[in-house]
């Protein structure tokens, strides 16, 4: 199948896969037999945060939902290096969501939603996963939004 052009006819384009230690001590992926353990990704397009601040008071929840889109790209961009292909995948198996919230902020699953549902337009029920989706206090550089992702490949 080819999720190259399932992206382009959302409207979306795969980034540049992140390089090894993007922002600290740490690999964008690890795996560990046919898992592929996603490092938390932020809303970046660049190098430059694209949604930044507190959803709640800087940000609606439309504004995290896109934050949330923008965040599963560059997570697919890491699965694909890690993969080699999108073929390879069995099924995203979990989605961590964190919100950078105003207190109280309890619409955190609308939010992490941009995530999921594009998981779900692009890879089926493939896409279909278990979720939390958490407000927190602050991200880093700002972001109003953060995911990490485990994914099962086949074989």
Same mark, same amino acid.
């Given at each position: 199948? $080819?999720? @190259?052009?399932?992206?382009?006819?959302?409207?979306?384009?795969?980034?540049? +896969?992140?390089?090894?230690?993007?922002?600290?001590?740490?690999?964008?992926?690890?795996?560990?037999?046919?898992?592929?353990?996603?490092?938390?990704?932020?809303?970046?397009?660049?190098?430059?945060?694209?949604? %930044?601040?507190?959803?709640?008071?800087?940000?609606?929840?439309?504004?995290?939902?896109?934050?949330?889109?923008?965040?599963?790209?560059?997570?697919? +961009?890491?699965?694909? %290096?890690? %993969?080699?292909?999108?073929?390879?995948?069995?099924?995203?198996?979990?989605?961590?969501?964190?919100?950078?919230?105003?207190?109280?902020?309890? $619409?955190?699953?609308?939010?992490?939603?941009?995530?999921? @549902?594009?998981?779900?337009?692009?890879?089926?029920?493939?896409?279909?996963?278990?979720? %939390?989706?958490?407000?927190? +206090?602050?991200?880093?550089?700002?972001? +109003?939004?953060?995911?990490?992702?485990?994914?099962?490949?086949?074989?």
């Amino acid at each position: 199948m $080819d999720y @190259d052009k399932i992206l382009a006819d959302l409207g979306f384009t795969l980034p540049p +896969a992140p390089a090894p230690a993007p922002a600290g001590n740490y690999l964008p992926f690890v795996r560990s037999g046919k898992l592929v353990f996603l490092a938390g990704t932020l809303p970046l397009r660049d190098g430059a945060i694209t949604h %930044a601040g507190q959803v709640g008071r800087d940000l609606d929840v439309a504004a995290g939902y896109a934050a949330a889109q923008v965040c599963a790209l560059n997570t697919l +961009a890491a699965l694909k %290096a890690a %993969a080699g292909s999108f073929d390879q995948l069995e099924r995203f198996v979990l989605v961590n969501g964190f919100v950078n919230g105003v207190a109280g902020f309890a $619409d955190s699953p609308a939010v992490i939603n941009g995530a999921s @549902d594009l998981l779900v337009k692009v890879f089926g029920d493939r896409g279909r996963h278990a979720r %939390a989706a958490v407000a927190v +206090a602050g991200l880093p550089k700002n972001a +109003a939004v953060e995911i990490q992702c485990v994914a099962e490949l086949r074989g």
